[in-house]
Every structure is written in C-alpha cells, then in structure tokens.
C-alpha cells in the first residue's frame, strides 16, 4: 500500500544550496500535504503543509509546489543549511467532514547538508 | 511553546506482557492519535480518538490494542498481550478540530519486546 511515495532514500546538498525533497501520492482522495522533520529518536517536526486548492506555499526557507495532475509535490529548501540535514516525511490527508483526518506517510528521505 | 509529551521514552518487555504507553497531548486539542514506526519502515497511523470514543482505526489496531482517556490530560494506549513484531516506535499525534489542521507529535516511546 504505496499511497504515498517518496522515491529518492537520500540526497546530499552543498551547503548555502538548494534541496529539493519529493513526494508523489496516487490516493485522489487526498487533499492537505504536509512535510515533517526527524531527527533520530525524535518525533516528526511539523514543517510546512500545503492544501490542494494552492500550489504553493512558502514560508521562510522552506517553499512547498503541489502539483495535482501529476499528483507530486516537492519541498523547496533554500538556501541549506548544516542544522537541515534531518529526514524529510511527506505526508497526506483527506478532508473528514470536520476535525482531523489520519495522515499517510512516505518512507522519508534523509537530507544530508555537506559543509 | 506548547508540546505533546511521551512517557516512558523507551520501554523494554517481555512478549506476553501488557504494556501501557502514555501521552499528555496539546492541552486545547480534541483529536488524538497513535501512530508507530517499525525500524526502518514509514511511520503508520494506529488509532484516532475523539470526544472518549474512536474515531478510525487501522488494521494494524486489534484487539490486543486498546486507547483510553482516563482523565483530562492523558492518553494511552495498551497493548495487552505484547508480541514481537510489536517492537517499534510509537508515537503520540494530537490536533484541533479544524479541517486540515496540523497534527503534532511527540518525541516518541521504544517499545523493544524481547
């Protein structure tokens, strides 16, 4: 069950430079995408997230593109920096008709930022 | 800055124990959640709760499983009878009742069944 898909396990990224982190999802259902944080033996860190009525978001550093047809987004980082280097978790919801939905998670990508 | 708080941080049992893991979510959230992640593995939902009762469980959730709300603050989840593919991570999520609000979690409880 690969609702949620994040297809590169790693990435190392020059500091001061751009990461990009991407995620596709094949539930139609879904609409509000979020990005989580992890550090090792930490919970997920709320990031950035992204409803399906935009396609972008951005806030600070971190810029999150949805596409819906192609049913990708991705997560901007820029510029890089060493306190980035974490794993990456995309994650999906549909909308209940009130309060919060369970979230679907990709496998995460491991960010590395190479002084 | 309000935060979801787990304890114990790691816990180690014997298969065939019960076990109780505790969460104290955001003081002014109405959802609550139980996810886990298997070395390794994406992190999986469990279980949501709203207003003392469930409101969607996975598969993953069977009767070995349960989740209470025993008072205003704390949240746990039971496992009755422990099994080894049970060793994970579990982590505790809670949220406020609006639509596509965030979840937030907390740093997480290691279970390891021996």
């Known amino acids: 069950d690969q609702q949620v898909k994040q297809n590169s396990p790693s990435l190392s990224v020059q500091e001061g430079r751009i990461s990009i982190l991407n995620c596709d999802y094949t539930?139609?259902?879904?609409?509000?995408f979020l990005w989580y944080k992890k550090y090792p033996a930490e919970g997920p860190t709320f990031l950035i997230s992204?409803?399906?009525?935009?396609d972008k978001n951005e806030d600070g550093r971190f810029t999150v593109f949805l596409n819906k047809s192609a049913k990708h987004l991705s997560l901007h980082i820029v510029p890089s920096q060493p306190g980035d280097s974490a794993v990456y978790f995309c994650?999906?919801?549909?909308?209940?008709?009130?309060?919060?939905?369970?979230?679907?998670f990709g496998t995460g990508t491991r960010l590395t930022i190479i002084p | 800055e309000p935060e979801v708080t787990q304890t114990p941080s790691h816990q180690v049992t014997q298969m065939g124990q019960e076990v109780i893991l505790r969460c104290v979510p955001i003081s002014n959230h109405l959802y609550f959640y139980w996810y886990r992640q298997i070395l390794g593995q994406k992190v999986e939902f469990l279980v949501s709760f709203y207003n003392n009762e469930i409101s969607e469980k996975s598969e993953i959730f069977d009767d070995q499983f349960s989740v209470e709300r025993p008072d205003g603050s704390n949240f746990t989840l039971k496992i009755r009878s422990t099994k080894l593919e049970d060793s994970a991570m579990y982590f505790c999520a809670s949220g406020t009742l609006a639509v596509q609000e965030t979840q937030y979690f907390g740093p997480g409880t290691r279970l390891l069944v021996l």
């Open positions: 992204i409803s399906s009525i935009k």
């Open positions: 539930n139609s259902m879904f609409d509000y």
């Open positions: 994650a999906a919801s549909g909308t209940a008709n009130f309060g919060n939905e369970k979230l679907t």
